[in-house]
């Protein structure tokens, strides 16, 4: 059945005006980031600061080109991808089932409460010589450091997710007979979906911080290898090429999960 979209003038102008508005701001996005490369380019080649510092657009790009040509681009690439999705995807499964246990259980929470606190004001890092031993040097100490980085964050951002459900709505419930496994799958679950969303939002920049981390103590392929090894001898373009990298996988990776809370939004709202 085809979808009504029949609206009044004004609404028609107002729906107008916000897709305006959203094509302007993308231009100007653009527009900003042509302008900062240019800029960064023009300093570079007036020798206002020394290339080999800041390197410059056209130099990353000839460094990302001989990474291509060589083949170790799309090497180094897939290392760094799978072990942050892996790292990302188990934080993120296991923070939220945590955070339902603890929903679940009220004395396993306050027990429990403080010392994921501890955990997570703990320089991560500082148990990278422990993770080595445990995990040894290859791509498993990698993903657990991404995984330690990112699901106490899921945890602590669920619980206060589920723990903000509105109290009334949940003893109206309680009052019509509803079991509690009713209320956590018709209520909570659902009240919780915008934390949700937020929680992904925020793991996906912990777990590339925490592949990344990983890769800078133990690894012998991936971006954070390059870019220790660019910096162990000096080729900042190497370094300044990974960077940019690893900020378009990163963004690519945000840009996928605001598509996926366009998804949860729409249904939610069906």
């Known amino acids: 059945m085809k979808k009504q979209t029949n609206y009044s003038p004004e609404h028609a102008l107002y729906l107008k005006k916000v897709r305006r508005g959203s094509a302007v701001v993308q231009i100007v996005r653009i527009g900003l980031l042509l302008v900062i490369l240019g800029i960064w380019e023009l300093i570079a080649d007036l020798q206002l600061v020394d290339p080999f510092i800041i390197s410059s657009p056209s130099r990353i790009a000839a460094m990302i080109g001989d990474l291509a040509s060589d083949g170790s681009l799309f090497y180094h690439i897939g290392t760094t991808l799978w072990e942050t999705l892996a790292g990302f995807a188990i934080a993120v499964v296991f923070g939220t ?60 951002n669920m619980l206060g997710g589920f723990m903000a459900t509105d109290q009334n709505k949940i003893l109206l419930l309680r009052s019509m007979g509803a079991s509690k496994l009713q ?72 840009a996928l999960v605001a598509l996926a809370e366009k998804f949860l939004v729409k249904n939610s709202r069906s």
């Open 97 to 156: 089932g945590i955070a339902l246990a603890l929903w679940w259980s009220d004395t396993a929470r306050r027990v429990l409460e403080p010392y994921i606190v501890v955990l997570n004001s703990l320089p991560k890092i500082a148990l990278g010589p422990v993770i080595i031993v445990w995990f040894g040097t290859g791509s498993t100490a990698i993903v657990f450091m991404t995984v330690l980085v990112g699901i106490i964050v899921a945890i602590m």
């Open 183 to 254: 209320i956590l799958t018709k209520l909570v679950i659902p009240s919780a979906i915008p934390q949700f969303i937020g929680m992904l939002k925020i793991c996906v920049g912990m777990a590339w911080i925490g592949s990344i981390m990983g890769e800078y103590i133990v690894s012998k392929a991936g971006l954070g290898y390059l870019i220790v090894y660019g910096g162990q001898v000096f080729k900042l373009d190497l370094v300044m090429a990974a960077t940019a990298i690893l900020c378009v996988l990163a963004a690519g990776m945000y």
